[in-house]
C-alpha cells in the first residue's frame, strides 16, 4: 500500500486555515514560508509536490496558485505576517489575471475547463490581492486585479450554469 505522500498548495493552504482556527499561529507562518520557497518564477505552484519542493506533478490548476494567496491576505489582516508576502500574493494574482479563469486541469482532475469551487478561489484571491495592493499603493494593480475579479463574477452563471443534460456521458 502506498502512502500518500505529496503536498497540493491548495490544501496545504486549508490546513493552515485550519491551524489558525485552533489558535496555532506558528504552523501557518511556516506553512505560508514554505509556499513561498516553492512558488514558481512566474506566480503559479504545480499541482503537487513532494514536501521537499520536487515537483510531482507540473500541471496547471489555478485553484493551487489562488489559495495560497487567499492564506497569506488572512495571515497579514490578522497581524501575523507584514508586508514581505506581498510580492508572493502579488505574482500569483498576476498569474491567476493573466492566465484564467480556466486552466488546463480544474481541481477535479476532469480535464480542462471551469469549476465553482475554482472560480471562486480565483476571484477571491483576486481581490485579496486588489485590497493588499491598495495597502501598497499600487493602485494600477489594484484596479486590474479588482476589475478582472468583478468581470469573472459577472460571467459566473454563462461559465457555469446549463439548462441541458449534455454535459458528461453519465
Known amino acids: 500500500a502506498s502512502a500518500y505522500r505529496v503536498i497540493r498548495p491548495a490544501d496545504l493552504s486549508k490546513a493552515a486555515f485550519a491551524f489558525l482556527a485552533i489558535g496555532d499561529n506558528a504552523t501557518p507562518i511556516s506553512i505560508l514560508h514554505h509556499l513561498q520557497s516553492i512558488q514558481n518564477d512566474a506566480g503559479s505552484w504545480h499541482r ?3 514536501i521537499n519542493g520536487e ?3 507540473p500541471g496547471l ?4 496558485t ?3 494567496v487567499i492564506l497569506a491576505w488572512r495571515m497579514k489582516t490578522l497581524g501575523l505576517i507584514g508586508g514581505s508576502y506581498y510580492p508572493m500574493a502579488r505574482k500569483a494574482a498576476a498569474y491567476i489575471a493573466r492566465v484564467g479563469p ?4 480544474e481541481r477535479w482532475e476532469e ?3 471551469f469549476t465553482p469551487a475554482e472560480l471562486a478561489a480565483e476571484i477571491s484571491a483576486l481581490v485579496c490581492a486588489a485590497n ?3 495597502e501598497m499603493d499600487e493602485n494600477a494593480a489594484y484596479s486590474h486585479l479588482l476589475s478582472t475579479a468583478d468581470y469573472w463574477q459577472t460571467k459566473l452563471e454563462d461559465w457555469t450554469f446549463s439548462e441541458c443534460d449534455c454535459i458528461g456521458e453519465g
Not at 490548476?61 to 493551487?64: A, I
Not at 480556466?102 to 486541469?105: K, L, M, P, W
Open 55 to 57: 515537483v510531482v506533478e
Open 61 to 64: 490548476d489555478l485553484t493551487q
Open 132 to 134: 493588499w495592493a491598495r
Open 111 to 113: 480535464g480542462m475547463g
Open 102 to 105: 480556466s486552466s488546463d486541469t
Open 66 to 68: 489562488a489559495m495560497p
Open 48 to 50: 503537487s509536490y513532494r
